[in-house]
C-alpha cells in the first residue's frame, strides 16, 4: 500500500516540479536585491568602513595616492561641501512642477554660485567647465537630459548617491546593463522610457545574451518588484540615481565617457587577475574577491607556446558545447514525464496486477511475448530508440527495410551492438568481419557512409576495439532515423499492426486468459 500511495504522489510531484522551481529561484532573486539593493547602501558602507578600521582581511585598501582616486577625493570633497547645508552648502529642496513635485534638487545657477564663492572662482566659465567635470564623473546630473554637463540657468540637478561614486571602482557587466535596460521597459512611466540609443543597446545584448535572457529577466522582475515597495518619492530619487549611473558608464553617443581609456585601464591591462565588480552585488564567478583596480600589478610571466595551445584547446571545446535553457530542459522533461506515464506501474494501474507489489509476474511475461500489446506497438512511435528497444519492433522494423531493399542499414547498427557486448579476444575478429561484410570494396551488403566516417573508421580498424565503428554507426543511425522510420510509421506493415492491437485482434488477451486459467 506504501508503494501505491508513493505512485499517486509521484506524478503530481513530477508536474509541479517546474512551477517550484521557479518560484524558488524567483524568491531568491528578491532576498539576494533587497539586501543589496539600494536602499542597503549605508549599512553597507557603514560596514565596509568598520572592516577597514579592524584591519578586516579579504579587502584590499584602495592605492590613495593612484592618479584617479587622488582626482576622486578632491571632487567628492567638493560634492560633500556643497551638500552640507549647515556648512554654507547649497540648499537641497522639492520644486513644485505642474501637477507633481520634484524631490532633493538643486539648479545649476546656486551651484555655479557656490563655486565661485567658496572655492575663490573669479570667471563664471571655469567654474561652469568644473561642475561639468564633476558631473561628467556622476556626482551631480541633471534630471531631465542623458547629457552630463552643467549649465548655468535654471536646470535641475541631483547628487548622486556615494553608492555610485567612482571611487567604488566600478566596472559593471554588460549583463548589468541588460538587467537595467530591461528592468526601464516593465516600468509604465514616461520618464523611464528608452531612448534610441537605448534600445539598440538593449536588443544587441539581446542577441548576445539569448542563452541566458531568461535569467536576465527574472532578475529584473524581481527588482521591479522591489522597486514598487518604496515610498514614490524615494523611488523616483532612486531611479534617477541608477540612470545616472549608466549614463556614466554607458554614455550618449558622442558624449565623452570618462571611463574608457583612463590611467585605472592601462593599470588593469597588465593585472591578468582583475575581475570585474557587478552593480548588483553578484560577480560572475560566484567569489568574493578585492578589487584588483587598486592591487598593484606584479610582473608576470611572458605566456609560453604550451601555454597558447591549452588556451586554444580550452576554447576550441567552450565552443562545442551544447548549452539550453532551463526552461527547455524542464519542457522536455515534462513532455517526457507526460508521455512514459501510462507505462509506469507505479503510477498507472498495469493488467492483471502490478508485479512489484504482487508475486504475479504475468505482466511481465506479456512484455516479452513475441505478440505485443497495444500499448507496445504505441511506444515504437515514440521514438527509433523505442523501437529498436522492442525485440518485436526490431523486427518489424528489419521486415519494413527489407521491402525497401536497405536491410543492411539496421543489420550493420545491430552488427556493432553486438560488438560492442563480445568477449574481448574476438573484438578484433569480429571487427574485421564486420568490415568485409559492410564496408569494404565489393562487400556483399555494403552500405552508404560519408567520406569523414569511412575515413575515420579505417582508421579505426588499424587497432580495431568494440567503439571502433562508432562513427559510422551514428552516421547510419541518423540515416535510419531521418529517413526510413518515418516511413516505417507510416507504412502499412505498422498501421495494420497498431489498428489490430486497437481493436483487440491481438492474442494477447486469449493467452492471458489461458495463464489464469492455468494458474
Known amino acids: 500500500m506504501v508503494l501505491v500511495e508513493f505512485g499517486a504522489r509521484y506524478a503530481g510531484a513530477v508536474h509541479k516540479l517546474f512551477s517550484q522551481?521557479?518560484?524558488?529561484?524567483?524568491?531568491?532573486?528578491?532576498?539576494?536585491?533587497?539586501?543589496?539593493?539600494?536602499?542597503?547602501?549605508?549599512?553597507?558602507?557603514?560596514?565596509?568602513?568598520?572592516?577597514?578600521?579592524?584591519?578586516?582581511?579579504?579587502?584590499?585598501?584602495?592605492?590613495?595616492?593612484?592618479?584617479?582616486?587622488?582626482?576622486?577625493?578632491?571632487?567628492?570633497?567638493?560634492?560633500?561641501?556643497?551638500q552640507d547645508e549647515k556648512a554654507g552648502g547649497v540648499a537641497i529642496r522639492t520644486v513644485k512642477s505642474f501637477l507633481s513635485k520634484i524631490p532633493s534638487v538643486v539648479s545649476g545657477a546656486d551651484i555655479v554660485q557656490w563655486l565661485m564663492k567658496n572655492l575663490s572662482i573669479e570667471d563664471p566659465a571655469e567654474a561652469i567647465h568644473l561642475g561639468s567635470l564633476i558631473a561628467a564623473h556622476g556626482y551631480i546630473f541633471p534630471i531631465s537630459d542623458h547629457v552630463l554637463n552643467l549649465k548655468d540657468d535654471g536646470t535641475l540637478y541631483r547628487f548622486q548617491s556615494p553608492y555610485f561614486w567612482p571611487s567604488n571602482c566600478w566596472e559593471p557587466e554588460n549583463t548589468d546593463y541588460a538587467i537595467y535596460l530591461c528592468k526601464r521597459t516593465m516600468q509604465n512611466k514616461a520618464r523611464l522610457e528608452l531612448a534610441d540609443y537605448e534600445a539598440?543597446?538593449?536588443?544587441?545584448?539581446?542577441?548576445?545574451?539569448?542563452?541566458?535572457?531568461?535569467?536576465?529577466?527574472?532578475?529584473?522582475?524581481?527588482?521591479?518588484?522591489?522597486?514598487?515597495?518604496?515610498?514614490?518619492?524615494?523611488?523616483?530619487?532612486?531611479?534617477?540615481?541608477?540612470?545616472?549611473?549608466?549614463?556614466?558608464?554607458?554614455?550618449?553617443?558622442?558624449?565623452?565617457?570618462?571611463?574608457?581609456?583612463?590611467?585605472?585601464?592601462?593599470?588593469?591591462?597588465?593585472?591578468?587577475?582583475?575581475?570585474?565588480?557587478?552593480?548588483?552585488?553578484?560577480?560572475?564567478?560566484?567569489?568574493?574577491?578585492?578589487?584588483?583596480?587598486?592591487?598593484?600589478?606584479?610582473?608576470?610571466?611572458?605566456?609560453t607556446k604550451e601555454d597558447v595551445q591549452k588556451e586554444i584547446t580550452f576554447l576550441n571545446i567552450q565552443l562545442d558545447r551544447h548549452c539550453m535553457k532551463v526552461s527547455k530542459v524542464a519542457d522536455s522533461l515534462m513532455i517526457y514525464t507526460e508521455q512514459f506515464m501510462e507505462y509506469d506501474p507505479f503510477v498507472m494501474g498495469v493488467d492483471p496486477s502490478n508485479p512489484w507489489i504482487s508475486d504475479d509476474t504475468t505482466c511481465w511475461d506479456m512484455e516479452a511475448s513475441r505478440e505485443p500489446s497495444q500499448q507496445r506497438v504505441k511506444k515504437w512511435s515514440y521514438s527509433l530508440e523505442e523501437a529498436l528497444k522492442d525485440p518485436v519492433g526490431r523486427d518489424q522494423f528489419l521486415r519494413f527495410l527489407e521491402s525497401e531493399f536497405s536491410s543492411e542499414n539496421l543489420r550493420f547498427w545491430l552488427a556493432v551492438q553486438d560488438l560492442k557486448r563480445r568477449?574481448?579476444?574476438?573484438?578484433?575478429?569480429?571487427?574485421?568481419?564486420?568490415?568485409?561484410?559492410?564496408?569494404?570494396?565489393?562487400?556483399?551488403?555494403?552500405?552508404?557512409?560519408?567520406?569523414?566516417?569511412?575515413?575515420?573508421?579505417?582508421?579505426?580498424?588499424?587497432?580495431?576495439?568494440?567503439?571502433?565503428?562508432?562513427?559510422?554507426?551514428?552516421?547510419?543511425?541518423?540515416?535510419?532515423?531521418?529517413?526510413?522510420?518515418?516511413?516505417?510509421?507510416?507504412?502499412?506493415?505498422?498501421?495494420?499492426?497498431?489498428?489490430?492491437?486497437?481493436?483487440?485482434?491481438?492474442?494477447?488477451?486469449?493467452?492471458?486468459?489461458?495463464?489464469?486459467?492455468?494458474?
Open 21 to 82: 522551481f521557479m518560484q524558488f529561484a524567483c524568491k531568491v532573486a528578491d532576498l539576494v536585491y533587497s539586501i543589496l539593493c539600494r536602499s542597503c547602501v549605508p549599512a553597507l558602507v557603514k560596514m565596509a568602513e568598520g572592516s577597514k578600521d579592524q584591519g578586516g582581511t579579504g579587502v584590499a585598501e584602495p592605492e590613495e595616492d593612484s592618479p584617479n582616486m587622488i582626482v576622486y577625493r578632491k571632487m567628492e570633497d567638493i560634492v560633500t561641501r556643497i
Open 200 to 303: 539598440e543597446n538593449l536588443a544587441r545584448l539581446q542577441r548576445a545574451f539569448a542563452r541566458k535572457w531568461e535569467f536576465i529577466f527574472m532578475q529584473a522582475e524581481a527588482q521591479v518588484k522591489i522597486d514598487r515597495k518604496k515610498d514614490k518619492a524615494e523611488r523616483k530619487i532612486l531611479d534617477s540615481q541608477e540612470r545616472a549611473f549608466w549614463d556614466v558608464h554607458r554614455p550618449v553617443p558622442g558624449c565623452v565617457n570618462t571611463t574608457e581609456m583612463d590611467i585605472r585601464k592601462c593599470r588593469r591591462e597588465k593585472n591578468p587577475h582583475r575581475v570585474k565588480k557587478s552593480v548588483y552585488g553578484v560577480p560572475d564567478d560566484g567569489q568574493t574577491q578585492p578589487s584588483p583596480i587598486h592591487i598593484s600589478s606584479q610582473p608576470t610571466r611572458k605566456p
Open 423 to 519: 568477449p574481448l579476444q574476438e573484438v578484433s575478429t569480429r571487427a574485421q568481419e564486420i568490415w568485409q561484410e559492410f564496408l569494404a570494396e565489393g562487400a556483399p551488403s555494403s552500405i552508404n557512409l560519408d567520406s569523414h566516417s569511412y575515413e575515420r573508421t579505417s582508421q579505426n580498424l588499424k587497432d580495431p576495439g568494440r567503439y571502433s565503428f562508432e562513427d559510422a554507426q551514428e552516421h547510419i543511425f541518423k540515416l535510419m532515423k531521418s529517413d526510413s522510420y518515418a516511413r516505417f510509421l507510416r507504412s502499412n506493415i505498422y498501421q495494420d499492426l497498431l489498428l489490430a492491437r486497437k481493436k483487440g485482434k491481438s492474442l494477447t488477451g486469449k493467452r492471458l486468459t489461458g495463464l489464469m486459467q492455468s494458474s
